[in-house]
């Protein structure tokens, strides 16, 4: 996730190198065609230009706008998954008293900040269980191994280990509902994430939203056709950099889970979960959370 510092100029540059380097061509082709066939090119009036880049304003705000809606709704799955996992050792605690059972509780507590960052890995595309060691025992890995989804196989033993506290009689039926309740949470987060990361932005809007950029630079670099290259170039430039940049913005946010800055910093949630769990379990030694790495924080 970015954070609230400026941005290096090299980072957004990168962003649109490859379509400011187009932009140069086209403008530098466009001039030069237009002095060769000057007799044959009808004058092109800049209202034309301006009317496109006003449309093009639109698609962008658009776009940006439901960009923004997908990340903001994977932002709030998480602060949900940070509240339950909380609750869910809360309810631990409260619900098993007796001193037998706190290894069971320390158990089941390790194995939900594991699916936090399990859940965070498999939404990026990463080893699911690479940040795991730490927390989740040898067994619980060898039971899951065969499990494609990692995460729901996770909650799957944190739920069978509740029917089995219920069965001995050590939950209550209000206390297995609670739990389960909170699990099924779990669930619904974890679902609602995969929703997103697995929706596709429409890609044929992105194909006519360039297309329709690159349009306006012919028409505008076509009404600019009098004034000297050394001026025109730098004009066209700076103009597309701004829709460029934007429309990037709105791409690189579309998709909050891709190992990118502008991801939400799933695995800087789960180290926090992780520390606040092991604090309410009394454990006096913490791993540092994660702060940002320059000017964004993963």
């Given amino acids: ?152 196989a996770l909650l799957q033993l944190n739920v069978h280990e509740i029917k089995r506290l219920r069965l001995q009689d050590e939950l209550s039926d209000f206390e297995n509902i609670q739990l389960n309740s909170t699990c099924v949470r779990f669930s619904d987060s974890m679902g609602a994430a995969e929703r997103i990361n697995n929706t596709v932005f429409p890609t044929i809007y992105r194909m006519f939203l360039h297309f329709t950029i690159y349009l306006f630079c012919i028409i505008l670099s076509i009404a600019l056709k009098d004034i000297w290259l050394v001026y025109e170039i730098p004009l066209l430039i700076l103009i597309s950099f701004v829709f460029f940049t934007l429309e990037k913005t709105a791409y690189y946010l579309q998709d909050p889970f891709r190992n990118r800055p502008s991801d939400v910093p799933v695995t800087a949630i789960a180290r926090t979960i992780e520390i606040n769990i092991r604090q309410l379990l009394n454990e006096e030694e913490l791993p540092e959370p994660i702060i940002k790495d320059e000017f964004y924080i993963m």
Wanted: net charge positive.
């Fill in 1 to 152: 996730m970015l954070v609230d510092k400026r941005l290096p100029l090299n980072y957004i540059i990168r962003m649109v190198r490859f379509e400011m380097l187009i932009v140069i061509i086209i403008g530098t082709t466009i001039h030069f065609l237009a002095q060769i066939a000057r007799p044959y090119i009808p004058e092109m009036p800049l209202t034309i230009a301006t009317f496109l880049g006003t449309a093009i304003s639109v698609l962008l705000s658009f776009k940006m706008s439901q960009s923004y809606d997908r990340w903001w709704e994977a932002r709030k799955i998480w602060g949900a998954i940070v509240n339950d996992s909380r609750s869910f050792v809360l309810q631990l605690q409260a619900f098993l008293k007796g001193e037998d059972l706190k290894p069971v509780v320390r158990e089941m507590a390790y194995r939900q900040i594991a699916w936090c960052y399990c859940l965070g890995q498999s939404l990026r595309g990463l080893p699911p269980l690479s940040q795991c060691e730490n927390v989740l025992s040898a067994e619980d890995q060898k039971r899951i191994f065969m499990f494609k989804n990692k995460p729901l």
